[in-house]
């Protein structure tokens, strides 16, 4: 078992930058969806999935769960969440 990944007690530990990033993501696209459209206010898709896949990894990686698989493991990591946030950002300024 890798112990970078786990806690002295073995068990998977909460990822607080993670859970911050996936509960803020939610808030956000709850409280203004327009966030998710592009120029014409049309529903940009890209920017959408983007932003579903940054929440969807910042929580799960935030409340500790770790996939097993290696797949899973990367799409569900904090380092894909925030991969996922730049890249919104920058479709978002330049789109």
Same mark, same amino acid.
């Given at each position: 078992?890798?112990?970078?990944?786990?806690?002295?007690?073995?068990?998977?530990?909460?990822?607080?930058?993670?859970?911050?990033?996936?509960?803020?993501?939610?808030?956000?696209?709850?409280?203004?969806? +327009?966030?998710?459209?592009?120029?014409?206010?049309?529903?940009?898709?890209?920017?959408?999935?983007?932003?579903?896949?940054?929440?969807?990894?910042?929580?799960?990686?935030?409340?500790? +769960?770790?996939?097993?698989?290696?797949?899973?493991?990367?799409? +569900?990591?904090?380092?894909?969440?925030?991969?996922?946030?730049?890249?919104?950002?920058?479709?978002?300024? +330049?789109?």
């Amino acid at each position: 078992m890798n112990t970078a990944r786990v806690s002295e007690a073995g068990k998977p530990r909460m990822h607080a930058a993670s859970l911050a990033a996936g509960l803020i993501v939610m808030a956000v696209g709850t409280v203004y969806p +327009f966030i998710m459209t592009n120029r014409a206010g049309d529903a940009d898709h890209t920017l959408a999935t983007l932003l579903f896949w940054a929440m969807s990894a910042g929580l799960v990686r935030g409340v500790g +769960f770790i996939p097993r698989h290696r797949m899973w493991r990367v799409l +569900f990591s904090g380092w894909s969440c925030a991969l996922a946030l730049v890249v919104f950002g920058l479709l978002r300024v +330049f789109r």
